[in-house]
């Protein structure tokens, strides 16, 4: 936390322990105090990426709602292990390297870098551990050979290996499904990674290997040449990493069944312990209130904000700003609204920066407690966004008009900039370095205009905007899905 070594700091963050950070388990369905195993240490899962394509921005959203909770975890004063794995094999990534005919190494890195490159525009604090599914292939086979012993895997007239859901009583435990009204379905076997409540059934362990369907895509196992299924990866990476009972397990609501549900029978079965004491899942992002997708023409990556100018720190706390557990309406109009919520509050910094006067000025300490308590307070209400930022535009109003009446000086300024920088830790949208984002925002529009005027044919004006960019330390990369700015 970026707090100074000014004795109201000190006092602050010796309340915060006072504060009970509560937050929703979809388990019990209520909001619980998090209380971590080891000491002030939470263990973190949270659900990768499927390295196939471009995240879109209804991912990002759930990437984003996780480095609020982490940035919220640290805040109050905990330590973290944060584990977010990277799908790089299923039925998705099998299919598309064969359609370009290279391996899967080849397919899955360049979405690799870009997601890399992409939590990082949006100022997401990196996890501890990104573990690729395929480095822990060993690690699913003896959970699978463990799942046999117990007569929890079976091997299915197919070939592949399935988990008998009759096997553990507590099936449905986290989506609340009951598994006895689900009898029909539930005597079939699913081997897709991928299906609805529709198809309650027992779900693939071990793909078996199928030279048409996956190429020469495969791994050895004591049960034949084959794959693992998606769910198993998690549950793998999860208890290798964190141990067999996690503090938190994360992900999107549409992970929830089945693989949230898979990964509690997988781990439980195959442990004996309780896997995740408190489970939280993120709500869906629409578009225009519709679902988002290409056939629609409103299916939008990340990329494809920027393209039309839009700021890293801008579409953050447009994900950020409605609470998880909310559907998120994205609208571009909303976006134009968050571009001047945003400039406002950066302006506000910019003006506290400025104060250069020495003079004795208004005794402040009181309202820097009160917005300070009043932000934390929020956020420990299960990360109560709204009510947060509004402590924060609050205070932003009522130090504006202490300004304008003269009663903030520098050491007042230092104070409030002091507590900016608090909020912004874990809101992380602001920008306390404006020379630089001045620089930025000139190249951006340089870019931009630089590919309009080539559009137009204007070569001339397109050259003199690359020299423009090339002068101030950048330069322009082609690459196939179009021209980048790069630091030279
Ligand atoms: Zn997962």
């Not at 005597?187 to 793909?207: G, P």
């Not at 509004?390 to 205070?395: H, I, K, P, R, S």
């Not at 009522?398 to 007042?412: A, M, T």
């Amino acid at each position: 936390m970026h707090i100074i070594q000014q004795p109201i700091f000190f006092m602050l963050k010796e309340q915060l322990k006072q504060i009970p950070l509560r937050l929703y388990n979809t388990f019990s369905r209520q909001k619980e105090m998090l209380v971590p195993l080891q000491n002030n240490h939470v263990r973190l899962y949270t659900c990768g990426p499927t390295v196939y394509h471009y995240a879109h921005i209804g991912n990002f959203r759930t990437y984003v709602f996780e480095d609020l909770l982490r940035r919220t975890i640290k805040f109050f004063g905990f330590t973290i292990t944060q584990v977010m794995n990277l799908t790089d094999v299923d039925d998705k990534t099998i299919r598309g390297a064969i359609a370009k005919g290279v391996s899967l190494d080849v397919y899955t890195l360049p979405y690799k870098k870009a997601f890399f490159e992409d939590i990082h525009s949006l100022n997401i604090e990196p996890a501890e551990h990104y573990p690729a599914a395929t480095d822990y292939i060993p690690q699913m086979i003896q959970m699978i050979e463990v799942l046999l012993e117990k007569g929890i895997a079976y091997q299915g007239a197919d070939g592949s290996l399935y988990y008998a859901i009759k096997q553990f009583p507590r099936y449905g435990c986290l989506s609340h499904l009951h598994l006895e009204e689900l009898q029909a379905g539930a005597s079939e076997r699913v081997s897709n990674d991928e299906y609805d409540k529709e198809n309650v059934a027992d779900f693939v362990l071990w793909k078996k290997y199928d030279p048409t369907r996956d190429g020469t895509i495969y791994w050895e196992s004591p049960f034949g040449p084959g794959r693992p299924g998606w769910h198993l990866e998690c549950s793998a990476m999860a208890m290798n990493l964190l141990g067999e009972t996690l503090d938190i397990h994360v992900g999107g609501v549409d992970n929830l069944f089945p693989h949230h549900e898979n990964e509690i029978a997988q781990s439980e079965a195959y442990s004996g312990c309780t896997f995740v004491k408190l489970w939280m899942h993120a709500e869906h992002l629409v578009v225009d209130h519709k679902k988002m997708s290409k056939s629609l023409g409103n299916f939008y990556t990340l990329r494809d904000l920027f393209d039309k100018g839009f700021t890293g720190a801008q579409v953050r706390y447009m994900l950020l700003q409605t609470h998880y557990k909310t559907q998120l309406n994205f609208t571009f109009q909303g976006l134009e609204g968050i571009k001047s919520a945003l400039q406002r509050l950066n302006d506000f910094i910019q003006r506290l920066s400025q104060i250069e006067t020495d003079l004795p000025g208004k005794h402040i300490d009181s309202l820097i407690q009160e917005a300070f308590l009043q932000f934390a307070r929020a956020l420990a209400d299960d990360l109560n966004i709204s009510a947060a930022l509004a402590v924060v535009f609050d205070l932003v109003r009522e130090v504006n008009f202490l300004c304008d009446s003269h009663q903030i000086h520098r050491l007042q300024a230092q104070q409030i900039l002091e507590l900016m920088k608090a909020f912004d830790s874990v809101l992380g949208v602001l920008s306390f370095n404006q020379q630089e984002e001045q620089i930025s925002q000139e190249l951006r529009e340089a870019f931009e205009n630089r590919l309009k005027a080539r559009q137009e044919k204007n070569w001339k004006l397109a050259d003199e905007l690359r020299d423009f960019i090339h002068q101030r330390g950048y330069m322009i990369e082609d690459t196939p899905q179009g021209a980048r700015l790069k630091k030279a």
